[in-house]
């Protein structure tokens, strides 16, 4: 049962537009959310965070949107970089439990 | 600050065959994770560690595969033996958290096994 759900596998964005990446769960034991980046032949990395008692959280050229009761996350990529070009993957975890739930990802390109 | 370590890279078995993996994490991370992520799709967690003592094993098909983590330091994942299913990357990922919530998640390179 994929409780965390990235509907999109994939996207495209010119350079130094905005790129918006998205993000559904199912389980509303959820108080945590983190989105990690991953390149090709390596293990994911943590890009940025936010807790179920805030709506934004901004680190820089990414900005993360917390819809709680739509149960709906995103992220915000502004402007895209081509070094951005990755996979993203949505995670969730429970306050009750300690395993990342992870979604399917989102393969972004960005493109010169 | 050395990140998590993990080997061998790359490994290519016949099914039915047995095959282990290596992880070291971080220095004095107290909590150590293995992932299975099948193409396609995201990581999902096999096992968790706290210190040398299991925490979650619910997802780790136990009659196949088995872990564990010596000394509360590294740690070896083993399939044993090995399916067609398996074929897949294998990360292992350590946080400095001893408990629950929030934990930043380091994750290593990863293992890819193809199983013919």
């Known amino acids: 049962d994929q409780q965390v759900k990235q509907n999109s596998p994939s996207l495209s964005v010119q350079e130094g537009r905005i790129s918006i990446l998205n993000c559904d769960y199912t389980?509303?034991?959820?108080?945590?959310f983190l989105w990690y980046k991953k390149y090709p032949a390596e293990g994911p990395t943590f890009l940025i965070s936010?807790?179920?008692?805030?709506d934004k959280n901004e680190d820089g050229r990414f900005t993360v949107f917390l819809n709680k009761s739509a149960k709906h996350l995103s992220l915000h990529i502004v402007p895209s970089q081509p070094g951005d070009s990755a996979v993203y993957f949505c995670a969730a975890i429970a306050n009750s439990g300690y395993a990342l739930n992870f979604g399917k990802g989102t393969s972004l390109l960005v493109t010169p | 600050e050395a990140g998590v370590a993990q080997s061998p890279r790359y490994k290519i078995i016949e099914k039915r065959q047995s095959v282990a993996f290596w992880c070291n994490p971080i220095s004095g991370h107290a909590t150590l994770y293995w992932y299975q992520q099948i193409l396609g799709q995201g990581p999902k967690l096999l096992i968790q560690f706290q210190n040398n003592g299991v925490v979650d094993d619910s997802q780790l098909p136990k009659d196949r595969f088995s872990a564990e983590r010596l000394k509360g330091v590294d740690s070896t994942l083993k399939i044993q033996p090995a399916k067609l299913e398996d074929s897949a990357v294998y990360l292992c990922a350590s946080s400095p958290s001893s408990t629950g919530g929030f934990n930043e998640q380091f994750f290593g390179p990863g293992t890819r096994l193809t199983v013919l």
């Open positions: 936010i807790s179920s008692i805030k």
């Open positions: 389980n509303s034991m959820f108080d945590y």
